[in-house]
T-cell receptor
Framework: GQQLNQSPQSMFIQEGEDVSMNCTSS?????WLWYKQDPGEGPVLLIA?????ELTSNGRLTAQFGITRKDSFLNISASIPSDVGIYFC?????????????FGQGTILTVHP | SAVISQKPSRDICQRGTSLTIQCQVD?????MFWYRQQPGQSLTLIAT?????????ESGFVIDKFPISRPNLTFSTLTVSNMSPEDSSIYLC???????????????FGPGTRLTVL
């Protein structure tokens, strides 16, 4: 099946630093979604990308849909303690049935005050 | 986005028993989905809950183990049957969003049900 390779697996940073994580796939994705999951909660959608090359921001978050449609990155600027959590990329691969999302393995972010 | 609630939020169950998880949405949605998140792992789709018809299961998941009901457009249940410790996971329901230009719209998740099987 389709797989998303997400990196890095974990990050330990100081408050105020910028963060970058990315997702790659061997197959084309039509949509890239970035979620954040806090402990004990369900994932919350941060950013949705629909077009190759699209660059979208949501506050301190910026995400881009790669030109090849096989990759995406998420940047967080000026990190704060509440950015702690697990970040997942996800998307429906080309040719998959409606609603079937594939998730990356997740990036665990720890922010030290 | 829709407001999604799940019951129970967590449970500890004995091996061999079954647990039914409920998912309630505050608006009518066509598509509802059930995911499993094993400890320290990512999310894996179990099945799509279809209103008025049988659920559609993903490879590796079967109806006898994870029976699903979808009696209306705002509610679904997932039962984890004949549980074993390997079933200890977070079970999440999700619904599709209504915004976005793509036919593959965003999904929004409930808070999850944390299941521990002893």
């Amino acid at each position: 099946g389709q797989q998303l390779n997400q990196s890095p697996q974990s990050m330990f940073i100081q408050e105020g630093e910028d963060v970058s994580m990315n997702c790659t796939s061997s197959s084309i994705f039509n949509t890239w979604l970035w979620y954040k999951q806090d402990p004990g909660e369900g994932p919350v959608l941060l950013i949705a990308l629909y077009k190759a090359g699209e660059l979208t921001s949501n506050g301190r978050l910026t995400a881009q849909f790669g030109i090849t449609r096989k990759d995406s990155f998420l940047n967080i600027s000026a990190s704060i303690p509440s950015d702690v959590g697990i970040y997942f990329c996800a998307g429906p691969g080309k040719g998959t049935s409606y609603g079937k999302l594939t998730f990356g393995q997740g990036t665990i972010l720890t922010v030290h005050p | 986005s829709a407001v999604i609630s799940q019951k129970p939020s967590r449970d500890i169950c004995q091996r061999g028993t079954s647990l039914t998880i409920q998912c309630q949405v505050d608006s009518q949605v066509t598509m509802m989905f059930w995911y499993r998140q094993q400890p320290g792992q990512s999310l894996t789709l179990i099945a799509t809950a279809n209103q008025g018809s049988e659920a559609t299961y993903e490879s590796g998941f079967v109806i006898d183990k994870f029976p699903i009901s979808r009696p209306n457009l705002t509610f679904s249940t997932l039962t984890v049957s004949n549980m074993s410790p390997e079933d200890s996971s977070i079970y999440l329901c999700s619904v599709e969003g209504v915004a976005g230009p793509s036919p593959y719209n965003e999904q929004f998740f409930g808070p999850g049900t944390r299941l521990t099987v002893l």
